[in-house]
């Protein structure tokens, strides 16, 4: 199979689990769990910048926002088409289809504690190859794919690189950094 036919395939899996924090109840004396989630503590908007680098410059970028309050459920971004496959044929000759979403998706959540504010996200980004890098025999599309999971502490107002992964089909690199800045 030649390699350019082959599907490209990035999975960077950044993970930290956020803590859950133990607090005794001094009325009972029991130790249970402070949850974080439903406190609101305040509204914030993250900006994503997905970057393409080649030898060091950056040569595509693409921007999205997500506005939110801390504490909450998380919020998404969707962005992308829905393309059929065929997957097989009828009883009576008609044709099977399985629909695949191509696009950008983003999973974001801000938590606020001690004065740190923690970014948790998923972005999942995936396209069509490039016409040579298709199977000329298949006709059906070879879709690549990149999904980057983080959770980092952020500072207001400076960019942070929360996944980075390089194209193993070329010398380009894909970096994933959020931006988070309190809304007025």
């Known amino acids: 199979m030649n390699k350019k036919a082959t599907i490209f395939a990035l999975v960077v899996?950044?993970?930290?689990?956020?803590?859950a924090v133990w607090a005794q109840d001094k009325t009972e004396g029991s130790a249970k769990v402070a949850v974080h989630d439903a406190e609101w503590?305040?509204?914030?908007?993250?900006d994503f910048s997905v970057n393409e680098i080649l030898d060091g410059k950056k040569i595509n970028t693409?921007?999205?926002?997500?506005?939110?309050?801390?504490?909450?459920?998380?919020?998404?971004?969707?962005?992308?088409?829905r393309v059929p496959v065929q997957t097989g044929e009828t009883a009576t000759g008609g044709t099977q289809f399985q629909y695949l979403d191509v696009g950008t998706n983003i999973e974001a959540r801000v938590r606020e504690r001690d004065g740190e504010i923690t970014v948790e996200a998923t972005v999942e980004i995936s396209d069509f190859a490039l016409p040579e890098q298709q199977q000329a025999q298949s006709r059906q599309p070879i879709i690549r794919q990149m999904k980057v999971k983080g959770s980092t502490i952020a500072t207001l107002g400076k960019p942070i690189v929360i996944g980075t992964a390089d194209?193993?089909?070329s010398k380009r690199q894909f970096q994933v950094e959020v931006t988070a800045t309190k809304a007025k």
Not at 64 to 79: F, V
């Open 13 to 19: 899996l950044l993970f930290w689990n956020a803590t």
């Open 41 to 46: 503590q305040g509204a914030y908007r993250l």
């Open 62 to 81: 693409r921007q999205y926002s997500i506005d939110l309050k801390s504490g909450g459920e998380a919020h998404y971004l969707k962005i992308g088409t």
């Open 167 to 169: 194209d193993p089909n």
